[in-house]
Antibody, heavy 115, light 107 residues
Framework: QVQLVESGGGLVKPGGSLRLSCAAS????????MSWIRQAPGKGLEWVAY????????NYAESVKGRFTISRDSAKNSLFLQMNSLRVEDTAVYYC????????WGQGTLVTVSS | DIQMTQSPSSLSASVGDRITITCRAS??????LAWYQQKPGKAPELLLY???TLKSGVPSRFTGGGSGTEFTLTISSLQPEDFATYYC?????????FGQGTKLEIK
């Protein structure tokens, strides 16, 4: 069965960096677009970034462009989100999800940006 | 950016009721629309994509309709497990955008 497991969240100070990982299993990872979506506490969903199956294309929300980098390693069936210059407003649960229709989601990892 | 507006923002209903949630896009998105259900403390789950295609395993009481700019999610006979928050999302173009959510509560 399809499984996505995020890790790497935690508490970081404003201006700091964090790298999130998403381990995929149960499907052919290299066949699918992958995305990151976040949800601030008590708020709605916000799409963050996506990467094409071959890593040829990436796209970012304006709110993270230039600070976050999405990448993938198909040999390790893993998706990553490098987050630099973190801001208080980046505090959220970060989810990875499969495909353009986000048909499977991980359980999320909490990122807290606070001094 | 394409704005997605859901209505209502919250809804109270009883088990067995039929309810409809509307999602409007600020520009044409063809049928590139998905609906998700989220329960407290859990990740969202895909219900429908392509505006009206049910994901495998999702109960048939969930139906989706519409195209262009106006879309609907209907639950034909509410079950206790359906009380949750529902989101629409367009994947016609980037940035992908979500509606603000509709919280469905038990009356």
């Amino acid at each position: 069965q399809v499984q996505l497991v995020e890790s790497g969240g935690g508490l970081v100070k404003p201006g700091g960096s964090l790298r999130l990982s998403c381990a995929a299993s149960g499907f052919t990872f290299s066949d699918h677009y992958m995305s990151w979506i976040r949800q601030a506490p008590g708020k709605g969903l916000e799409w963050v970034a996506y990467i094409s199956s071959s890593s040829s294309f990436t796209n970012y929300a304006e709110s993270v462009k230039g600070r976050f980098t999405i990448s993938r390693d198909s040999a390790k069936n893993s998706l990553f989100l490098q987050m630099n210059s973190l801001r208080v407003e980046d505090t959220a649960v970060y989810y990875c999800a499969r495909a353009r229709s986000l048909d499977y989601w991980g359980q999320g990892t909490l990122v807290t940006v606070s001094s | 950016d394409i704005q997605m507006t859901q209505s209502p923002s919250s809804l109270s209903a009883s088990v067995g009721d039929r309810i409809t949630i509307t999602c409007r896009a600020s520009q044409v998105i063809a049928n590139s629309l998905a609906w998700y259900q989220q329960k407290p403390g859990k990740a969202p789950e895909l219900l429908l994509y392509g505006a009206s295609t049910l994901k495998s395993g999702v109960p048939s009481r969930f139906t989706g309709g519409g195209s262009g700019t106006e879309f609907t999610l209907t639950i034909s006979s509410l079950q206790p497990e359906d009380f949750a928050t529902y989101y629409c999302q367009q994947y016609y173009t980037t940035p992908r955008t979500f509606g603000q959510g509709t919280k469905l509560e038990i009356k």
